[in-house]
């Protein structure tokens, strides 16, 4: 049963510009430009009107663009909860411009020494990662750290919570690894390491939504009978000022947003593609948790249920329940 006919989450791209080169990932390559301020102001206003609550502003690296702190600014004041990932290079330098802007500020962390880290992430970022913290803490925020978990980092997690989350009071939120496209992901964690990574998260101060689990031990997203509504729950807009659907990583189509992202949302041609989330050949087996997290969000079923109590855990963590209504 649906429970949330309208999309909650907007996954805006920045750019595709980072300034790290992670293994694991392939966004790096890509040849992009920064989106404008101008186009960010409309498509928040539209964005509000379908009813979106959360607005990720990503990338690349989203410290990457100059005018993120005006972006946060114009979203605070709609009253959206908004969320940054960042792998800390950058950090610093802007730690003052951001201060209460971001809700959720992610700072990526895969390893708890610099060598382990720096070559999964392929320049050195360990130090400022653990030099943002200090600097956020000092303002006021409540970072977290984000672990990205493959099998070759596993032994990581428990040095990191020790070592890192514990240590600073941070929430440790692990990310278990996916595979999309032909990027080599370093393959997906098998079932010892899935029941493993449940029963760590069940300590105190560490996130892990419990369905990535369920999904990943049944096969992840099935066609005949899919889980994912991606494309529903979910909008994503590129550093072209384009929709993309129904999913950046599938990213089938685009359109042009020309300053009307509500009408073109929902156009016939739009509304036709969103009815074949999940049905996709090429959705057969998909686990992506950024499309995942909203999909188990927007319909009652049995991951509904099996997200609800870790889902419920972080927002109590971090306080941002109350913005959810």
């Known amino acids: 049963m649906r429970l949330i006919s309208h999309p909650i989450l907007c ?32 498509n928040l206003s539209d964005l509000k009107k379908l009813g979106v609550k959360v607005i990720d502003f990503t990338g690349g690296e989203p410290l990457l663009h100059p005018q993120l702190a005006d972006f946060l600014e114009i979203a605070k004041q709609k009253k959206f909860i908004t969320t ?21 500020l992610h700072f990526s962390l895969d390893a708890a020494d610099a060598k382990t880290h720096d070559q999964m992430r392929g320049v050195k970022c360990f130090d400022k990662v653990i030099e943002s913290i200090e600097i956020a803490k000092s303002l006021g925020e409540r970072p977290d750290i ?8 596993f032994e990581e997690i428990e040095k990191i919570y020790k070592t890192i989350t514990l240590k600073n009071k941070l ?18 964690l098998n079932r010892q390491y899935l029941q493993n990574l449940l029963t760590f998260s069940k300590q105190k101060l560490v996130y892990l ?26 909008l994503v807009i590129s550093p072209e000022n384009k929709l993309v659907l129904p999913c950046y990583h599938l990213g089938k189509e685009e ?12 156009s016939e041609k739009v509304q036709q593609l969103i009815e074949q989330e999940g049905r996709i050949k090429e959705c057969e087996g998909c686990t992506i948790n950024c499309y995942m997290q909203p999909s188990f969000a927007v319909e009652i079923n049995r991951f509904f249920w099996k997200a609800l109590p870790s889902t419920l855990k972080y927002n109590f963590m971090k306080g941002t329940w109350k913005q959810l209504f």
């Not at 920045?14 to 694991?24: E, V």
């Not at 984000?146 to 980092?153: A, G, I, K, R, S």
């Not at 939504?209 to 979910?234: Q, V, Y």
């Open 11 to 42: 996954n805006y791209y920045l750019t595709y510009r980072c300034n790290a080169t992670c293994s694991f990932c392939d966004i790096w390559e890509k040849p992009s430009p920064f989106v404008k301020l101008e186009n960010v102001e409309k």
């Open 84 to 104: 940054v990932t960042t792998n800390g290079i950058r950090y610093p330098k802007l730690a003052e411009k951001l201060k209460g802007k971001i809700d959720m």
């Open 146 to 153: 984000l672990c990205t978990v493959f099998e070759e980092n």
């Open 171 to 188: 929430v440790l939120i692990l990310n278990p690894v996916f595979e999309y496209n032909s990027v080599d992901t370093l393959g997906n």
């Open 209 to 234: 939504n419990e369905a990535f689990i369920d999904l990943r031990l049944e096969g992840g997203n099935h066609t005949e009978k899919p889980i994912c509504r991606a494309a529903s729950s979910t």
């Open 255 to 266: 359109f042009n947003i020309n300053d009307n992202l509500y009408q073109l949302y929902n």
